[in-house]
Each structure stands twice: as structure tokens, then as C-alpha cells.
């Protein structure tokens, strides 16, 4: 089993910026891609950022560059820089992390992120 422990949400003003961090533990060598999502009130959970385990990323349309995922060397914490926040990124952020040959993925609680004046 994994577990995934997310921090670093909060209420941050329009255009300010915030980072996520989450931190897998357990059985982590059977752990590969992982990444963050997040989900709206009233809409489908999406994707934001995914990053491999050689480093490899990915990233929703809607972040244009305002957000940078990354990994540190013993692959086992991840972190999400988000700048330039805007209202619509309100959402709470879920971790994940795919299982290593499979379709699976584990899941951390979420962290509620909230952009408002």
C-alpha cells in the first residue's frame, strides 16, 4: 500500500501564488508517474501536472505556464509552484501516484486551494 500526504493549500489573493507539496510513503518502489489533480464544485475532477520518475512532465491546457511540477531525487515527494493563481483555480488538489504497471492510482485526501479578493 501507498500513502499520499498533500499540504500546502490555503486562500491566497488573484495573482499571488502558492506551492503543493505531497509526500508518498509505504510500498513506494511500486509507485512510477505522479502528479496532482483537482476538481471544482460542481465539475469533473481534471488533470494539472504529471511527472515520471525520470523527470518526464505534463501539464493541463488551462496552466500556460503558471505552474511547475517537480520531484525530488528519492522520487518520493512532489511538489506543485503555482504563480499567477486566478479564481477559476479554486478547486480542491489531489495527489496521485500510478501504480508501476498498472492503470491504478492512489490518491492523497486533497487540499482545498481558494483564489479570492
Known amino acids: 500500500q501507498v500513502q499520499l500526504h498533500e499540504s500546502g493549500g490555503g486562500l491566497v489573493q488573484p495573482g499571488g501564488s502558492l506551492r503543493l507539496s505531497c509526500a508518498a510513503s509505504?510500498?513506494?518502489?511500486?509507485?512510477?508517474?505522479m502528479g496532482w489533480h483537482r476538481q471544482a464544485p460542481g465539475k469533473q475532477r481534471e488533470l494539472v501536472a504529471t511527472?515520471?520518475?525520470?523527470?518526464?512532465?505534463n501539464y493541463g491546457d488551462f496552466v500556460k505556464g503558471r505552474f511547475t511540477i517537480s520531484r525530488n531525487n528519492a522520487e518520493t515527494t512532489i511538489s506543485l509552484q503555482m504563480d499567477s493563481l486566478e479564481p477559476e483555480d479554486t478547486a480542491v488538489y489531489y495527489c496521485?501516484?500510478?501504480?508501476?504497471?498498472?492503470?491504478?492510482?492512489?490518491w492523497g485526501q486533497g487540499t482545498q486551494v481558494a483564489v479570492s479578493s
Open positions: 511527472i515520471t520518475r525520470d523527470g518526464r512532465t
Open positions: 496521485s501516484a500510478q501504480r508501476v504497471g498498472s492503470d491504478y492510482h492512489y
Open positions: 509505504g510500498n513506494i518502489i511500486t509507485i512510477t508517474t
